[in-house]
């Protein structure tokens, strides 16, 4: 199976002196198309303003860097002025409406996974813009916006003449953008640096898990997610995806090795991972990561809302379960060496700490 796992990192798609929308293309990171995966991220300086679209795909958002606002309509309800801030995870079903805007002297970064399934184009993110250059309402005749918003057509020739900007613009600085509700945050944002931990492994890692129960609209979406934070030089075991997802994984901070095992045991990747890069691990295939002395977390999403993974190596893991004999047999060693091979690992899961 030959397939290309290379990670890759984001291209502008495009931008303004507000920010910047980047992109990765399935033409150069193919398994974004053959697993109808779409990832990209924007990056709004001070004042920037992403304006508002919908999307043909449901995401999950996650604040990469920075504090801002983000809103959000949800079809049929009102919109919902939401403060975020880095590490929140926002899960964005079909039909929503989201705007961005940062009024911080920081870049608001955010990054966006998702399901293409239903997608103009497999693999890519359509975003439909409300207003601006490319947007709904510039598409429309001035007979049509005319009568559907019941304006005058020399107000619509105005309002029109108006939209100049395309996807992101910068404000000026004394403008009066919505202030955020804290309140809002309610059932829309998890942040994954303050969320109790679903794993907390001394000196190895920890991970936070998306799912229905700690954000439900995650089940809308139809994906779940992870922040997983490794530490420096620990090992994150060797497992697999075993209810068919596919794994999609952004590296936010540090560094690390990557191996990835698949069909009739090949390694069809070893490389080194860095921040800023995305790469994606087939369905069933195995991969295990060893973070370099600084650490490496990751954030991922996974093609199913309630993922569930085998681990092959630590307490936890499926060689544990097998009988002694069966170990013997597929092995092809004696007791001895299958008692040595089951000694290991009996108080360690998911994370191994660096070796003393």
Not at 27 to 47: D, F, R, T, V, Y
Not at 179 to 195: D, M, S, T, W
Not at 328 to 342: I, P, Y
């Amino acid at each position: 199976m030959e397939i290309d796992l290379t990670p890759k990192s984001a291209k502008e798609a495009y931008g303004s002196n507000g920010g910047s929308y980047l992109a990765w293309s399935p033409s150069e990171l193919p398994m974004l198309g053959e697993g109808n995966i779409g990832a990209a991220k924007i990056i709004l300086h001070q004042h920037g303003f992403a304006l508002p679209s919908y999307s043909d795909s449901s995401k999950v958002a996650y604040v990469l860097q920075g504090n801002g606002v983000a809103g959000i309509v949800l079809p049929e309800s009102e919109e919902k002025v939401v403060p975020i801030k880095k590490g929140d995870a926002l899960a964005l079903p079909f039909g929503v409406v989201t705007w961005w805007y940062n009024k911080e002297d920081t870049d608001l970064e955010v990054l966006f996974l998702g399901d293409t399934s239903k997608a103009h184009k497999a693999g890519e993110f359509t975003d439909f813009f409300l207003t601006g250059s490319n947007g709904i309402f510039t598409g429309f005749s001035t007979e049509f916006v005319s009568r559907a918003w019941d304006l005058e057509e020399d107000v619509v020739k105005s309002l029109v003449g108006k939209q100049s900007g395309k996807g992101i613009v910068k404000l000026e600085g004394t403008f009066e953008m919505p202030e955020p509700k804290k309140e809002h945050r309610n059932g829309l944002v998890l942040n994954c640096l303050e969320a109790p931990l679903d794993v907390d492994i001394k000196n190895g890692g920890r991970v936070v898990v998306l799912n229905t129960q700690n954000l439900p609209l995650v089940g809308e979406v139809g994906l779940g997610a992870d922040l997983v934070r490794l530490d420096g030089s620990a090992m994150c075991s060797p497992g697999f995806s075993c209810d068919s997802a596919l794994q999609v994984t952004y590296i936010v901070r540090g560094s690390g090795r990557v191996q990835v095992v698949g069909v009739d045991g090949h390694r069809v990747l070893e490389t080194t991972l860095k921040a800023g890069s995305l790469f994606i691990v087939p369905r069933f295939f195995v991969v295990s990561k060893i973070g370099d002395p600084e650490g490496m977390d990751w954030f991922s999403i996974i093609t199913t809302p309630n993922p569930i993974f085998t681990h092959l190596a630590g307490r936890t893991s499926a060689w544990k379960a097998l009988s002694s004999k069966v170990l013997e047999a597929s092995f092809s060693v004696g007791s001895d060496m299958e008692k040595l091979f089951r000694s290991k690992r009996n108080a360690d899961a998911i994370f191994f700490p660096p070796p003393n």
